[in-house]
């Protein structure tokens, strides 16, 4: 069993940042995938990067240039930093771990002015 804890949401003006926290506890595995998703009222969940516990990451083209993925492996943490946010940034943001697919239980990311 892994255990996710994302932090770090809120409330944010358009043109704004964010940094999102997403830290895993539990069996974690020595070679593992974590990502991270968003999910607007009403829509499908979305992928939008992923990082290797080596280090390679993987965007979606809807946040390439805006958004960054890293990862602290001695916390087992990873991080998602967001610049020059907009309203349709407006959602749920998940962790995922995998292998096994857990999920954390999500931070909500709202940017309005």
């Known amino acids: 069993q892994v255990q996710l804890v994302e932090s770090g949401g809120g409330l944010v003006q358009p043109g704004g940042s964010l940094r999102l926290s997403c830290a895993a506890s539990?069996?974690?595995?020595?070679?593992?995938?974590m990502a991270w998703y968003r999910q607007a009222p009403g829509k499908q969940r979305d992928f939008l990067a992923y990082?290797?516990?080596?280090?390679?990451?993987l965007y979606a083209d809807s946040v390439k240039g805006r958004f960054t993925i890293s990862r602290d492996n001695a916390k087992n943490t990873i991080y998602l930093q967001m610049n020059n946010l907009k309203p349709e940034d407006t959602a749920v943001y998940y962790c995922?771990?995998?292998?096994?697919?857990?999920w954390g239980q999500g931070t909500q990311v709202t940017v309005s002015s």
């Open positions: 990082v290797t516990s080596g280090g390679f990451t």
């Open positions: 995922k771990y995998d292998p096994y697919g857990f």
């Open positions: 539990g069996r974690i595995s020595s070679s593992n995938i």
